[in-house]
């Protein structure tokens, strides 16, 4: 392939294929049942010249990526994220080439607005700039196509199980958001502990124009209890957000939803954000979390103290609104207080301040948020001896 001319540019040459490639994959996907999108990519990839497709998804732990079966599909072994040209794929976001004897395996990130789907392995012959520009845009489109098939199948959530997942987990999942975005001014990332057994942590965002909102709550309780007050309590959430009322409505929207269902032996803990992504200026509520910490050139600079009120159920005041001006760069990170509550084995609690040290040492594999909580998440329960006995939640905001 000519590295010369953009893809696109000549019609009969390997760019023009490409186009035509891509053409035919996005008209046909369109009526294919799920089962068959596989196929189809395997198809688009032998039509440019490639072979031993793979598709590679991290399992709900994000401890290894795990192959999607399907006819045509070249499957294995699970590979560990660590210490894989896989996984260094999938924690960068970006491509990665191993030449071989029979020509290079090329390991494309499936991304789509920095939600990471996971990675897509295939071999060529050669690779030059043509064909990088090619696999680019084919990885781009295929990774749409699975995401939207997704919604019609469970034959992805079913590949990322490498545990038997509780029914409370189940429910907490199917709440959530994409657990990473990354557009020009912010970037977000979250992830939930244990991953599955998870029942009353969750989260929430929605980048509505220039406003990005976010919450994270932490139902009492355990099982299926939590998980269903969760559930009221992000469906609250969502129908205040969407009502584009203010926190504090918000906060009060969520308050009577859980006390009206749950009676007053019930709450909900939770904080409530709004970030400006054109000021940089953040407002937040916090009903009962630990303060968000604040960090700055990779080192937590303070914790966001500010006045709380009464977990959501409860039938607290109207909240003080706490407000403050970000610089570009600054990272804040929430977190539930399962992570920072746990005891060791002589009794003794985890605390912020060990939290602090692991968040100021963390090794970063680049500046991508969503590393950052993956590599954060899988420290610190390192640090808590493997230990997750409550429900833990890290969400972790970037303003750019």
Known sequence: MSGGRPAGAESGGPAGLGERLLGSLLDLAQELPPQLLVQLLVGTVEGFGGRKLSILLPDYGQTALVPLPGHGLTAGAPEPIVGTTAGAAFLRGARAEVPQGDGVRVYL?????????????????????????????????????????????????????????????????????????????????????????????????????????????????????????????????????????????????????????????????????????????????????????LIRDRVVVERLESATTLPVGFGGEVPVVSERELRHGDQVLCFTDGLVEERGAGGEQFGEEQLIDVVNHVERVDEGVRPIVRALSHSLKEKRGGRTSDDATLFLIEWR
């Open 109 to 293: 990130p499936l991304s789509d607005s920095g939600n990471q789907l996971g990675v897509m392995a295939l071999t060529l012959d050669a690779v030059d700039d043509d064909a990088r520009r090619l696999l680019h845009r084919f990885a781009a489109l295929a990774a749409c196509l699975l995401l939207a098939k997704s919604g019609y199948t469970d034959r992805l959530c079913q590949t990322r199980r490498l545990e038997p997942m509780s029914v409370a987990a189940e429910i907490q999942w199917s709440l959530l958001p994409p657990l990473s975005m990354s557009v020009p001014r912010v970037a977000v990332a979250g992830i939930l502990e244990p991953a599955y057994a998870v029942a009353g942590d969750s989260f929430d965002y929605a980048l509505n124009d220039d406003i990005l909102h976010i919450a994270t709550i932490d139902a009492m309780g355990h099982g299926l209890d939590a998980a269903t007050m969760a559930t009221v309590a992000i469906g609250a959430y969502r129908h205040a957000r969407r009502a584009d009322v203010g926190l504090a409505d918000i906060y009060a929207s969520m308050d009577g939803a859980v006390a009206a269902q749950f009676g007053p032996d019930h709450f909900v803990t939770a904080q409530m954000m709004r970030l400006d992504t054109g000021t940089g200026h953040l407002e937040w509520v916090n009903a009962g979390h630990p303060a968000p910490l």
